[in-house]
């Protein structure tokens, strides 16, 4: 669920820049989504999977113990770094940053959909908002981008 509230905290905090600073609709979506949701998101992902590992697992429907969910720990931890760098760099880092993104929650969302259909796993972490994000923010992403 956090997912969520991130992306909804990108959109008030872009909504201000347009608004107070005159920034670019596009540009300041696009801005906020990489550094609230990608940035921010990503670092919370990581300590998750990483200080509360088995509670992460459990939560996605998936065994509790699995080494793996280190590693993508320090994948989310990243993507975080990638997306909080954003602010501060742009250009093609902004590129490289979604490309980054893309593969990463892409590649998730396939994970999700072989663990429904193998196992019918629908728990919340497997089938619930995140699963709908790891579509909707690369989409959104992509779409801003070329608009922007």
Known sequence: MYTVYLACAALAVALMHILVLGGGVAESLLLWLLVIP???????????????????????????????????????LALGISGLLCFFIRGDFWLATILFVTIFLVGAFSVHVRDIRASGNMNPGNAGPVFFADLLLPISLWALYLIS
């Open 38 to 76: 990608v940035g921010l998101g990503g670092l919370w992902a990581f300590m998750g999977h990483y200080f509360a590992a088995d509670k992460v697992a459990g939560y996605i429907g998936w065994p509790p113990g699995n080494p793996f969910q280190q590693e993508v720990a320090f994948a989310n």
